[in-house]
């Protein structure tokens, strides 16, 4: 009976195999003859008449992105401004090349005039003397005093908001270790 049994199973596979055989080889071979009938570009097919727009389709060159942020395109405007006008004037002094922060305030140097000056290392280890209203900085920081264990730069920044605003950065003689 399991003979019997198996037999038929085999010869029901053999029968499907040849359906699925006979099935590929037709379209196959009706494939290519589906495909010449189609129209060669998009450009040449015809829609139906409500399936096409009554308008042209939308341009967007030249118009506003009415997604994007306007403080955040004022805010990326001025910075390229400024960025380009600190591109076109040259460096006075190397101070000038590198942030305020990165400075390292190595001595402070008080005078008897009352005039005082300040020793600050660049990251590359070069030292350069600072007196009150000298520029330094990227962004045209100003010494705006020199105290006895801190040097007072005032920078002139742009906010989030696009709105320009003081930075005062305090460089001190001794860090304290945290």
Known sequence: MSSKNSKAKRSERDAMKAHILILMVFFFLCAPASAADAPASA?????????????????????????????????????????????????????ETVDVRSLKLIGIINKMEGSSLAM?????????????????????????????EMLVVEEDVIDVFGEAKKRIINLRLRQEKE
């Open 120 to 148: 600050v290392e660049l990251p590359d280890g070069k030292g350069y003397l600072i007196r009150p209203g000298m520029t330094i900085g990227l962004y045209d920081g100003v010494v705006t005093s020199i105290g006895n």
């Open 43 to 95: 450009d040449e097919q015809e829609f139906p008449a409500w399936i096409t727009s009554q308008y042209p389709p939308y341009d967007a060159k030249g118009k506003i992105d009415p997604f994007v942020s306007f403080i955040k395109v004022r805010e990326y405007e001025l910075m390229e401004a400024a960025r380009k006008a600190k591109v076109e004037k040259k460096a006075a002094t190397p101070l």
